[in-house]
Nanobody, 127 residues
Framework: QVQLVESGGGLVQAGGSLRLSCAAS????????MGWFRQAPGKEREFVAA????????AYADSVKGRFTISRGNAKNTVFLQMNSLKPEDTAVYYC????????????????????WGQGTQVTVSS
């Protein structure tokens, strides 16, 4: 059974940093692309960042480009999201996700490409 567990969320002041982690289990995720999404109250879940299986390709939403960095752990079953220069508008529940089907080397930026989701971790940025 696929399980994704996010951690690392919390309360931080504007301009601060947080590092989110997502641990995946239930399959050999070293060959899967992975992604991060977020959902603020009253808003749709939106794409944040994604990474290919090898970690060689990444994609970011324009709103986080230059501030957030996605990476994979050495065992490739963990994905991280380093968030710097946080803004109040970054406040949301952050989710990691994995697709069931994928093409080699792909990076997916749309929600409908992902099938497995974690429970989310809350990030709150105060002004």
């Amino acid at each position: 059974q696929v399980q994704l567990v996010e951690s690392g969320g919390g309360l931080v002041q504007a301009g601060g940093s947080l590092r989110l982690s997502c641990a995946a289990s239930g399959r050999t995720f070293s060959s899967y692309p992975m992604g991060w999404f977020r959902q603020a109250p009253g808003k749709e879940r939106e794409f944040v960042a994604a990474i290919s299986a090898s970690g060689g390709s990444t994609a970011y939403a324009d709103s986080v480009k230059g501030r957030f960095t996605i990476s994979r752990g050495n065992a490739k079953n963990t994905v991280f999201l380093q968030m710097n220069s946080l803004k109040p508008e970054d406040t949301a529940v952050y989710y990691c996700a994995v697709p069931k089907y994928y093409s080699a080397g792909s990076v997916y930026t749309t929600r409908n490409r992902y099938d497995y989701w974690g429970q989310g971790t809350q990030v709150t940025v105060s002004s």
